[in-house]
């Protein structure tokens, strides 16, 4: 039997009210961050339940793939609190469910990058060589990203932030967080299987608006192809607005309201038309005029606003998301794995989340040797007044062959019975199953009664939220 070296998940949202795995007071929508969430103690039982089935004891390695703490819409004691319920939960003293944590940040934790890589570039220009006077004077340029492949690496970026913030208790060894950031894989020499995690932003142009903005104005420039390059050019955007926001006091809760009513038309409507009429008053101008002419401008604009992927429900995946997944990795992944490796391996498996959507399919890139099987791991958050079918969390499972499967563990359904766990590949249809696919299918079904009672728990607190952000979006 296959056992499971590498857990990934990713866009927890840690802190984040509408949040299924942040802990709410009993009645309300205020977080009580000193308790970890029902949908959190059940999922690391699940996830304890699996691990345990490993031989000899191995403890896999967890992934955590960004978006994992809520740096925008909450403050950084909340997301912080909610984190080290995790920890408690899954590194208890003596029974830790892992080996070691690899973070790689997101959009909306982006900061725990800049904290990391302005940590390891002071370490570096202090070192006793970088000090001697011999050596000249000259300072190099920080870091934007990491090295891909950094499984051997004698010197990892350690999270300073989050080490310190889980070992603020006495542990009998540290948890030392590793951070990667923003493409972290490990591979097979002998069978050319390679696997690939990257969080999701940069397949969004709203994610590279620097970079676009520079091409509009120069446009015959050419596009970055490295990720150094897009990093470098983009970073600042990312950490101020998705990353920031929610630290900014009053401000920043009243950015989160609004960032939740972007996401429904009707609210989007209101706001304009409010800033038309508040804009009037201000500057003494004709209201009537104004509002005529707001009506006709949002009437031209509506359908030109940008939309977040993550909003679009016909598909999983947008067919402009998915040609911007292709090219992402075509152009910059791929450079990057051929600047480490030298050649692209012929069985590639790539990881993302930020959509909130899971899903697995192969697909056809057109630089790869084979099709890339590609799997979404979801998110856990609810940001619509509905249930939305298609958004859900889900677990990838790799072993120790490269073998990969994702266990979906809920989509958000109307009807509570609908909630179930499913194993999913993948594959074309008539494709035979991996090893790990059918071992970890089995473990469900021998213990069903604690995945049924996820499934419950799950229903119950997607509902809750649903009802909660309703009526926050219909507040003025």
Same mark, same amino acid.
């Given at each position: 039997?296959?056992?499971?070296?590498?857990?990934?998940?990713?866009?927890?949202?840690?802190?984040?009210?509408?949040?299924?795995?942040?802990?709410?007071?009993?009645?309300?929508?205020?977080?009580?961050?000193?308790?970890?969430?029902?949908?959190?103690?059940?999922?690391?039982?699940?996830?304890?339940?699996?691990?345990?089935?490993?031989?000899?004891?191995?403890?896999?390695?967890?992934?955590?793939?960004?978006?994992?703490?809520?740096? +925008?819409?909450?403050?950084? $004691?909340? +997301?912080?609190?909610?984190?080290?319920?995790?920890?408690?939960?899954?590194?208890?003293?003596?029974?830790?469910?892992?080996?070691?944590?690899?973070?790689?940040?997101? $959009?909306?934790?982006?900061?725990?990058?800049?904290?990391? =890589?302005?940590?390891?570039?002071?370490?570096?220009?202090?070192?006793?060589?970088?000090?001697?006077?011999?050596?000249?004077?000259?300072?190099?340029?920080?870091?934007?990203?990491?090295?891909?492949?950094?499984?051997?690496?004698?010197?990892?970026?350690?999270?300073?932030?989050?080490?310190?913030?889980? $070992?603020?208790?006495?542990?009998?060894?540290?948890?030392?967080?590793?951070?990667?950031?923003?493409?972290?894989?490990?591979?097979?020499?002998?069978?050319?299987?390679?696997?690939?995690?990257?969080?999701?932003?940069?397949?969004?142009?709203?994610?590279?608006?620097?970079?676009?903005? =520079?091409?509009?104005?120069?446009? $015959?420039?050419?596009?970055?192809?490295?990720?150094?390059?897009?990093?470098?050019?983009?970073?600042?955007?990312?950490?101020?607005?998705?990353?920031?926001?929610?630290?900014?006091?009053?401000?920043?809760?009243?950015?989160?309201?609004?960032?939740?009513?972007?996401?429904?038309?009707?609210?989007?409507?209101?706001?304009?038309?409010?800033?038309?009429?508040?804009?009037?008053?201000?500057?003494?101008?004709?209201?009537?005029?104004?509002?005529?002419?707001?009506?006709?401008?949002?009437?031209?604009?509506?359908?030109?606003?940008?939309?977040?992927?993550?909003?679009?429900?016909?598909?999983?995946?947008?067919?402009? +998301?998915?040609?911007?997944?292709?090219?992402?990795?075509?152009?910059?992944?791929?450079?990057?794995?051929?600047?480490? =490796?030298?050649?692209?391996?012929?069985?590639?498996?790539?990881?993302?989340?930020?959509?909130?959507?899971?899903?697995?399919?192969?697909?056809?890139?057109?630089?790869?040797?084979?099709?890339?099987?590609?799997?979404?791991?979801?998110?856990?958050?609810?940001?619509?007044?509905?249930?939305?079918?298609?958004?859900?969390?889900?677990?990838?499972?790799?072993?120790?062959?490269?073998?990969?499967?994702?266990?979906?563990?809920?989509?958000?359904? +109307?009807?509570?019975?609908?909630?179930?766990?499913?194993?999913?590949?993948?594959?074309?249809?008539?494709?035979?199953?991996?090893?790990?696919?059918?071992?970890?299918?089995?473990?469900?079904?021998?213990?069903?009664?604690?995945?049924?009672?996820?499934?419950?728990?799950?229903?119950?607190?997607?509902?809750?939220?649903?009802?909660?952000?309703?009526?926050?979006?219909?507040?003025?």
């Amino acid at each position: 039997m296959p056992d499971i070296s590498y857990v990934c998940i990713s866009d927890m949202h840690l802190g984040e009210e509408d949040g299924l795995l942040t802990n709410l007071k009993t009645g309300s929508t205020d977080t009580e961050s000193t308790q970890p969430s029902p949908v959190m103690v059940q999922l690391v039982e699940c996830l304890r339940e699996l691990i345990s089935k490993n031989k000899e004891g191995k403890k896999p390695i967890l992934i955590l793939n960004g978006d994992i703490l809520e740096l +925008a819409l909450t403050t950084t $004691n909340h +997301a912080a609190m909610v984190f080290e319920r995790f920890i408690e939960l899954i590194m208890p003293a003596g029974k830790e469910l892992f080996e070691r944590i690899i973070y790689i940040p997101g $959009n909306h934790d982006h900061h725990i990058w800049e904290l990391a =890589r302005e940590t390891q570039y002071v370490n570096y220009i202090t070192k006793p060589e970088m000090t001697n006077p011999d050596i000249g004077k000259r300072l190099p340029i920080p870091w934007h990203t990491t090295n891909m492949f950094v499984e051997n690496d004698p010197n990892p970026v350690p999270s300073y932030f989050l080490t310190k913030l889980v $070992n603020r208790f006495p542990r009998p060894t540290d948890c030392v967080i590793t951070t990667v950031y923003p493409n972290f894989g490990f591979f097979i020499e002998d069978s050319q299987k390679c696997v690939i995690f990257h969080h999701g932003h940069f397949i969004e142009p709203l994610y590279q608006l620097m970079s676009n903005l =520079r091409n509009l104005i120069l446009p $015959n420039r050419e596009k970055p192809r490295h990720i150094w390059d897009i990093e470098a050019e983009n970073f600042a955007w990312i950490d101020f607005f998705w990353s920031t926001m929610g630290r900014s006091g009053e401000v920043g809760k009243d950015v989160e309201l609004i960032y939740e009513k972007m996401h429904d038309k009707v609210q989007v409507k209101r706001l304009f038309y409010t800033f038309i009429d508040n804009l009037a008053k201000k500057k003494n101008w004709p209201r009537i005029t104004m509002k005529i002419l707001g009506r006709i401008i949002f009437h031209l604009l509506k359908n030109k606003i940008p939309g977040f992927e993550k909003k679009q429900m016909v598909d999983s995946l947008s067919q402009d +998301a998915k040609d911007a997944l292709k090219e992402y990795m075509n152009t910059p992944l791929r450079e990057q794995i051929l600047a480490e =490796r030298k050649d692209t391996p012929n069985d590639v498996t790539f990881v993302f989340g930020h959509t909130h959507k899971p899903f697995q399919e192969k697909m056809d890139v057109t630089k790869y040797p084979e099709k890339v099987k590609v799997y979404n791991t979801g998110g856990w958050v609810v940001e619509d007044k509905v249930p939305q079918p298609l958004h859900g969390g889900a677990i990838i499972l790799v072993d120790d062959d490269l073998d990969t499967v994702s266990l979906r563990m809920y989509n958000q359904e +109307a009807d509570p019975e609908k909630y179930s766990i499913r194993v999913e590949q993948a594959t074309h249809a008539g494709e035979e199953k991996n090893p790990l696919y059918y071992q970890i299918q089995n473990l469900v079904k021998s213990s069903e009664d604690l995945w049924q009672e996820f499934s419950n728990i799950a229903a119950d607190t997607v509902e809750e939220r649903i009802k909660h952000f309703r009526d926050r979006l219909t507040k003025d």
